[in-house]
T-cell receptor, first 112, second 113 residues
Framework: NAGVTQTPKFRILKIGQSMTLQCTQD?????MYWYRQDPGMGLKLIYY???????DKGEVPNGYNVSRSTTEDFPLRLELAAPSQTSVYFC???????????FGPGTRLTVT | AQTVTQSQPEMSVQEAETVTLSCTYD???????LFWYKQPPSRQMILVIR????KQQNATENRFSVNFQKAAKSFSLKISDSQLGDAAMYFC??????????WGAGTKLIIKP
């Protein structure tokens, strides 16, 4: 049972490049989330999903896209990377019955 | 909009002593959940404790306990017998009606040996 896994752990992008952050969970959780954490700050919700095929915007969705084709996977797509997207990105999953969220180890992204 | 406020950017405590981290929240929900998460230097987010608003009894997990004051919308975390491994950022979070977590800005806890 690996929990929530994220790849890559680190990435440096040039302005205007695109990339996909991968997230997989093996706990059969229906809810999945993407957050960003800027230095010295709490987490801000980018997108979330309540199940396969269903996604919705969070607080800071601009510049990002997601998809949820399976229960396990919830990739985050960055199009046309900008320096403002330099951050640590966390994926999380959870059950509605307990509302607890379980986090992956994070991806540190730098856009230069 | 729901908000979570942690008024202490940094706290320090002597090893083996007790420390309390403060959190206040604002919500119009009648039923909700509150959480404390720990983020050590490894940056992994770890759930410390959870409180369900409809339960009057304060949650406890070993050395960690909460003081939940629903009328005052206060949710403080008490760490007893502080250990060096408790040094981390601590985040308070509240679950809203859309099952989204609203996060505080965090409190950095320093443990003095």
């Amino acid at each position: 049972n690996a929990g929530v896994t994220q790849t890559p752990k680190f990435r440096i992008l040039k302005i205007g490049q695109s990339m996909t952050l991968q997230c997989t969970q093996d706990m059969n959780h229906n809810y999945m989330y993407w957050y960003r954490q800027d230095p010295g700050m709490g987490l801000k919700l980018i997108y979330y999903s309540v199940g396969a095929g269903i996604t919705d915007k969070g607080e800071v969705p601009n510049g990002y896209n997601v998809s949820r084709s399976t229960t396990e996977d919830f990739p985050l797509r960055l199009e046309l990377a900008a320096p403002s997207q330099t951050s640590v990105y966390f994926c999380a999953s959870g059950y509605t019955s307990t509302y607890e969220q379980y986090f992956g180890p994070g991806t540190r992204l730098t856009v230069t | 909009a729901q908000t979570v406020t942690q008024s202490q950017p940094e706290m320090s405590v002597q090893e083996a002593e007790t420390v309390t981290l403060s959190c206040t929240y604002d919500t119009s929900e009648s039923d909700y959940y509150l959480f404390w998460y720990k983020q050590p230097p490894s940056r992994q987010m770890i759930l410390v404790i959870r409180q369900e608003a409809y339960k009057q009894q304060n949650a406890t997990e070993n050395r960690f306990s909460v003081n939940f004051q629903k009328a005052a919308k206060s949710f403080s975390l008490k760490i007893s017998d502080s250990q060096l491994g408790d040094a981390a950022m601590y985040f308070c979070a509240a679950m809203d009606s859309n099952y989204q977590l609203i996060w505080g800005a965090g409190t950095k806890l320093i443990i003095k040996p």
